[in-house]
Every structure is written in C-alpha cells, then in structure tokens.
C-alpha cells in the first residue's frame, strides 16, 4: 500500500524568508510521480510542482523547489522568498493518495 | 476549455435520501478522478477512471456509492442513503497521462454535501 506522511501539521514563515515542508512516503513501486498541491483558504486546488521518480535532478518551479531523496523515500518542498499569497494548505501527494496537508501562514 | 467543472457547488439533503453529483472534466484528459476531503484534512481517494473504466475504487467505498464516466466524458458520483457521516467536499479532479507519464491533477472547485 502506498502511504503519504505529512509531520508538519502547522508552519510559519516570514515575508520574503525561506521555508521548507516535509514529506516523506512509502511505496513498493519503482516508478512513480510525487506532487505538491496548493489549497488557498476557501479556494480550489492547484499544482505546485511534480517529480518523476526516475529523474534524479530535483524539480523547480520558479520559487518553489524539492529536495527528493528517493532511497530515503522523502520529498520536502522549499518555498523561497515567500509571499503573503503562500499562504495555503499545501498536500503532498504520491500517484494518487495525498498526505494530510501542512497550514503554512506567511506572515508580514 | 474553463477547466474542471462540478456541480452542484452546494448541496444539502436529509439524511436518507439519495444525491448525485456531475463532473465536467478538461476535454483532453483521460483520467477522472474522485476524492472527498473533510475539513483540516488531505483528499481522501475514492475511485477514478481511464476513459470510460473505472480502474480503482477505494476500499473504504461503502456499496452506497457509485460512480459512472460514460463514454469517458463527464463523470457522476452517487450516494445512495446518505449518512451524516457522508457531510463533505466531493472532489474531482482530471489529469493526461500518456506514455507512462502523468502530468499532475486539475481539480475542480468541489461540491459541499451536508447531510441534516
């Protein structure tokens, strides 16, 4: 079975500082994507930034990147230079099964 | 294409009776999927389909549930019965995948179930 563990129930961060978000998983496949996923409050769902499992280069997407330890079976999310609009549940996700999200609040 | 749509936003139904719920996917993708998410918590899988087959369906879905995508366009999810117990966001989400790769999720804006 493939599980998604999210140990960061709740994080904070100042405007324009760095953050990073864990994850870490656990699956019997050697071939798979992991996803992080925004949810602004009240708002729907959108794609952060995914990772193919067999590509050793970490995934970037302007502001946002991942540290992806495959032996380790982690996946962190950084989120550099934050902004107030970061604020949001953010789920890590393996195929299909999602984690149970991390409330990240940028603060002023 | 405006991106996945489902309706209704809102739904409230006596306990007992039976909802249906629709989802309009992104015309291009091939995959549905359903997912209900209950408040402070991740979307918990219920079922999804390649086109018009239904692949996988969670085995925490009670009978009282159904899904449909006919001809692999839009899809439908029905509870039968509802229970208090069922109060939640009904997620639908569609994605591409081609060739082995998957390309990511794009959720709709989900429909609220509340159960009295």
């Known amino acids: 079975a493939q599980t998604v563990t999210q140990s960061q129930p709740e994080m904070s961060v100042q405007e324009a500082e760095t953050v990073t978000l864990s994850c870490t998983y656990d699956?019997?496949?050697?071939?798979?994507?992991l996803f992080w996923y925004k949810q602004p409050p009240s708002r729907q769902m959108i794609l952060v930034i995914r990772?193919?499992?067999?590509?050793?280069q970490n995934a970037t997407e302007n502001r946002f990147s991942v540290n992806f330890q495959k032996a380790a079976k982690s996946f962190s999310l950084k989120i550099s230079d934050s902004q107030l609009g970061d604020t949001a549940m953010y789920f890590c996700?393996?195929?299909?099964?999602f984690g149970a999200g991390t409330r990240l609040t940028v603060k002023p | 294409d405006t991106g996945v749509s489902q309706d209704p936003r809102h739904k409230i139904t006596k306990r007992g009776q039976n909802v249906t719920f629709r989802c309009d996917p992104i015309?291009?993708?091939?995959?549905l999927y359903w997912y209900r998410q209950t408040l402070g918590q991740g979307p918990e899988f219920l079922t999804y389909?390649?086109?018009?087959?239904?692949?996988?369906k969670s085995r925490l879905l009670s009978d009282r549930f159904s899904a449909e995508r006919p001809k692999g366009s839009f899809s439908t999810l029905e509870i039968q019965r509802t229970e208090q117990g069922d109060s939640a966001m009904y997620l639908c989400?569609?994605?591409?995948?081609?060739?082995?790769?998957?390309?990511?999720?794009?959720f709709g804006s989900g429909t609220r179930l509340t159960v009295v």
């Open positions: 989400a569609s994605s591409l995948a081609s060739g082995g790769r998957e390309y990511g999720y794009t």
């Open positions: 699956t019997s496949e050697n071939n798979y994507y």
């Open positions: 990772q193919e499992a067999y590509k050793q």
């Open positions: 996700a393996l195929d299909m099964r």
């Open positions: 015309s291009e993708h091939n995959r």
């Open positions: 389909f390649q086109n018009e087959a239904q692949l996988e």
